[in-house]
């Protein structure tokens, strides 16, 4: 069985075609930002799935450096692999070619199709070479605009794209803010650091110093193989991480057990290079690797706009960003650089850091994960709400180490809802699987975002259609403004936290008012269990062990309500809560309720 038709009994796309479309006649050219222009563009793309009759449904992929338009199938039976991103786009996959018109074309500048230095100059009949005009993202993102507008799409349902592919989804969401209604920016960044930078430019330096390169005059010879494969090697090494090189590699060799004492390729690392290099000639061109190098040089949106801040402000789009922990080519703080930003410009943003040994290309091997992020995100950008309570299958909490009403269903998310004003904004710090922002958000209309780092967690809220931020609860809170969101939310987190006046006062600051609930670690209950049994008590409220509790503080009603007043939080509401003798918690809430709930806010706060 060959595998096009394994892939196709998996849900392929199966056989396509790369097909090619002709943009910007000669009275309206494509305007670049040198100055220099060009018209005529032939651009080679792919189209899966079709265009609905609301022409709705279109999403955009971005491909990566050394990408291409072939995103997903086959383009022969014999075909040895499918589509570099086969793993997300396809019927029933992430990016669903059942329910989506997906597009992906080949970069302005590239060598699979699209007009690039390779391509023939028709003033002069010879290919462009070096004197094909510098390009930038904004000039690759111009062109396709004019592409999906030549399908007949006037408003992409999501641009989607990793690395140079994030760039031009920042760039599509800044440029064209009223055409993106979901914006996913994987492993990228708003502008290369020096790092970076000096990587393209040794592997320039490779491709310029080989003797092939012939000013890149080189159409029709061998051209700079040598300088090309080293390009590509460097590059290479850049998209992998330590760990990821250590376990695939180590220090093991090729062909031999011993050292040959010469400067051949023996150690495995050398020889799979080598083959990196070598396969990279037979497939891309020499000048477009130095065209699209020096475009992802210039993209600083920082220096073009004044700031970040400013950058993204008029961005209307739902955004998500999503980094992987291994990446030290685009790094987890670049990305943050990009969610703090729009968070301080209360753009609606969800973020995730992935965790991943695969450093940069991880974007391209983390299909699990990757996947139920684009596809949870995008199927609610589709269908433009969150789930009904009654759509959503498992119980808000479960806790297998005991079985009592508390296990069942949380009992302070129904308080908790009952105190937030419907259409309010809230901020649910230690969201966990999105449960009580779900809730809130069908129930009584607010416009939430959870805070949480547990990846699995976020995966879970993100197909709720819950935004959510992959940020630490004790010190990444500063990027909200103050009084940013009406209520700020802490549901049985406060108990778990290593630093809590930090957390609290960054919740004091960012919200009108505060919920904090928590188990009450007096409650009689416990405290018999621990008197009489001598082990640690484990209960409704309390249901883990002592080897595997999140809880690191032990806090009491009473310890709180001296907390706040040594530091000036003014209490506006106390609600001790016990799943039976509800009257003799109002006269000892401290010993009979087994959990509480805070409402607090700063003194004297005008609300």
Same mark, same amino acid.
């Given at each position: 069985?060959?595998?096009?038709?394994?892939?196709?009994?998996?849900?392929?796309?199966?056989?396509?075609?790369?097909?090619?479309?002709?943009?910007?006649?000669?009275?309206?050219?494509?305007?670049?930002?040198?100055?220099?222009?060009?018209?005529?563009?032939?651009?080679?793309?792919?189209?899966?799935?079709?265009?609905?009759?609301?022409?709705?449904?279109?999403?955009?992929?971005?491909?990566?450096?050394?990408?291409?338009?072939?995103?997903?199938?086959?383009?022969?039976?014999?075909?040895?692999?499918?589509?570099?991103?086969?793993?997300?786009?396809?019927?029933?996959?992430?990016?669903?070619?059942?329910?989506?018109?997906?597009?992906?074309?080949?970069?302005?500048?590239?060598?699979?199709?699209?007009?690039?230095?390779?391509?023939?100059?028709?003033?002069?009949?010879?290919?462009?070479?070096?004197?094909?005009?510098?390009?930038?993202?904004?000039?690759?993102?111009?062109?396709?605009?004019?592409?999906?507008?030549?399908?007949?799409?006037?408003?992409?349902?999501?641009?989607?794209?990793?690395?140079?592919?994030?760039?031009?989804?920042?760039?599509?969401?800044?440029? %064209?803010?009223?055409?993106? /209604? #979901?914006?996913?920016?994987?492993?990228?960044?708003? $502008?290369? !650091?020096?790092?970076?930078? +000096? =990587?393209?430019?040794?592997?320039?330096?490779?491709?310029?110093?080989?003797?092939?390169?012939?000013?890149?005059?080189?159409?029709?010879?061998?051209?700079?193989?040598?300088?090309?494969?080293?390009?590509?090697?460097?590059?290479?090494?850049?998209?992998?991480?330590?760990?990821?090189?250590?376990?695939?590699?180590?220090?093991?060799?090729?062909?031999?057990?011993?050292?040959?004492?010469?400067?051949?390729?023996?150690?495995?690392?050398?020889?799979?290079?080598?083959?990196?290099?070598?396969?990279?000639?037979?497939?891309?061109?020499?000048?477009? %690797?130095?065209?699209?190098? /020096? #475009?992802?040089?210039?993209?600083?949106?920082?220096? $073009?706009? !004044?700031?970040?801040?400013? +950058? =993204?402000?008029?961005?209307?789009?739902?955004?998500?960003?999503?980094?992987?922990?291994?990446?030290?080519?685009?790094?987890?703080?670049?990305?943050?650089?990009?969610?703090?930003?729009?968070?301080?410009?209360?753009?609606?943003?969800?973020?995730?850091?992935?965790?991943?040994?695969?450093?940069?290309?991880?974007?391209?091997?983390?299909?699990?994960?990757?996947?139920?992020?684009?596809?949870?995100?995008?199927?609610?950008?589709?269908?433009?709400?969150?789930?009904?309570?009654?759509?959503?299958?498992?119980?808000?909490?479960?806790?297998?180490?005991?079985?009592?009403?508390?296990?069942?269903?949380?009992?302070?998310?129904?308080?908790?809802?009952?105190?937030?004003?419907?259409?309010?904004?809230?901020?649910?710090?230690?969201?966990?699987?999105?449960?009580?922002?779900?809730?809130?958000?069908?129930?009584?209309?607010?416009?939430?975002?959870?805070?949480?780092?547990?990846?699995?967690?976020?995966?879970?809220?993100?197909?709720?259609?819950?935004?959510?931020?992959?940020?630490?609860?004790?010190?990444?809170?500063?990027?909200?403004?103050?009084?940013?969101?009406?209520?700020?939310?802490?549901?049985?987190?406060?108990?778990?936290?290593?630093?809590?006046?930090?957390?609290?006062?960054?919740?004091?600051?960012?919200?009108?008012?505060?919920?904090?609930?928590?188990?009450?670690?007096?409650?009689?209950?416990?405290?018999?269990?621990?008197?009489?049994?001598?082990?640690?008590?484990?209960?409704?409220?309390?249901?883990?062990?002592?080897?595997?509790?999140?809880?690191?503080?032990?806090?009491?009603?009473?310890?709180?309500?001296?907390?706040?007043?040594?530091?000036?939080?003014?209490?506006?509401?106390?609600?001790?809560?016990?799943?039976?003798?509800?009257?003799?918690?109002?006269?000892?809430?401290?010993?009979?309720?087994?959990?509480?709930?805070?409402?607090?806010?700063?003194?004297?706060?005008?609300?």
């Amino acid at each position: 069985m060959s595998d096009y038709v394994k892939s196709k009994q998996a849900g392929c796309v199966g056989l396509v075609k790369t097909k090619k479309a002709v943009l910007f006649s000669e009275s309206e050219s494509l305007l670049l930002e040198s100055g220099r222009s060009l018209c005529f563009v032939e651009v080679a793309y792919e189209t899966y799935g079709k265009l609905n009759a609301e022409r709705d449904n279109a999403v955009l992929v971005c491909h990566a450096l050394t990408g291409d338009a072939h995103v997903a199938g086959y383009h022969h039976e014999d075909d040895r692999k499918p589509g570099w991103w086969n793993d997300i786009v396809g019927p029933g996959k992430a990016i669903d070619t059942e329910k989506y018109f997906v597009v992906c074309s080949n970069v302005l500048g590239g060598c699979k199709g699209t007009t690039g230095p390779s391509s023939v100059n028709p003033e002069t009949g010879k290919p462009w070479g070096l004197t094909f005009p510098v390009f930038t993202i904004e000039d690759i993102v111009k062109v396709q605009k004019q592409l999906v507008e030549h399908l007949g799409v006037d408003c992409l349902l999501g641009v989607v794209g990793g690395s140079l592919g994030g760039m031009q989804v920042l760039e599509w969401a800044i440029r %064209y803010p009223d055409k993106v /209604k #979901a914006a996913l920016a994987i492993a990228t960044t708003t $502008r290369l !650091g020096a790092q970076s930078i +000096a =990587f393209d430019a040794v592997g320039r330096n490779a491709i310029l110093a080989d003797g092939g390169f012939q000013g890149g005059e080189y159409a029709g010879g061998e051209g700079p193989q040598r300088g090309l494969a080293i390009a590509r090697m460097i590059g290479h090494i850049t998209y992998l991480s330590e760990e990821s090189m250590h376990l695939k590699f180590g220090r093991s060799l090729r062909h031999a057990d011993q050292y040959r004492y010469d400067f051949d390729s023996e150690f495995s690392v050398e020889t799979y290079l080598d083959y990196q290099g070598q396969s990279f000639v037979d497939r891309f061109d020499a000048n477009s %690797y130095l065209y699209l190098t /020096k #475009a992802m040089d210039y993209y600083d949106l920082a220096a $073009r706009f !004044g700031s970040l801040e400013k +950058a =993204f402000a008029e961005v209307q789009a739902d955004v998500m960003v999503m980094s992987f922990s291994s990446d030290w080519l685009f790094t987890p703080r670049q990305s943050r650089d990009i969610v703090d930003a729009m968070l301080s410009q209360g753009k609606r943003v969800t973020y995730c850091e992935v965790d991943s040994p695969y450093g940069h290309d991880a974007f391209l091997l983390e299909a699990n994960v990757v996947g139920r992020l684009i596809g949870g995100f995008l199927k609610r950008a589709a269908e433009g709400s969150v789930p009904g309570i009654e759509e959503v299958h498992q119980p808000y909490r479960q806790d297998p180490a005991v079985d009592t009403p508390w296990t069942k269903m949380r009992v302070d998310y129904d308080r908790i809802e009952e105190l937030i004003v419907p259409g309010s904004s809230v901020l649910d710090i230690g969201s966990g699987r999105g449960e009580l922002l779900h809730r809130l958000i069908v129930r009584r209309g607010v416009v939430g975002l959870g805070v949480e780092v547990n990846q699995d967690d976020i995966c879970n809220s993100v197909e709720l259609g819950i935004p959510v931020v992959d940020l630490d609860v004790e010190t990444e809170l500063g990027s909200f403004g103050d009084g940013s969101f009406d209520y700020v939310v802490l549901s049985h987190t406060l108990q778990t936290l290593g630093r809590v006046e930090p957390v609290i006062e960054q919740m004091l600051r960012i919200g009108k008012k505060c919920i904090i609930s928590f188990p009450n670690f007096a409650y009689w209950r416990p405290r018999l269990q621990m008197m009489l049994g001598g082990r640690t008590p484990v209960s409704a409220s309390l249901p883990f062990e002592w080897h595997d509790t999140p809880n690191i503080r032990f806090v009491t009603i009473s310890d709180f309500v001296r907390f706040c007043r040594r530091q000036g939080i003014e209490i506006l509401q106390q609600i001790p809560m016990v799943t039976r003798d509800r009257a003799a918690v109002r006269l000892w809430p401290n010993l009979r309720a087994e959990e509480v709930i805070f409402v607090v806010s700063r003194a004297g706060i005008e609300r």
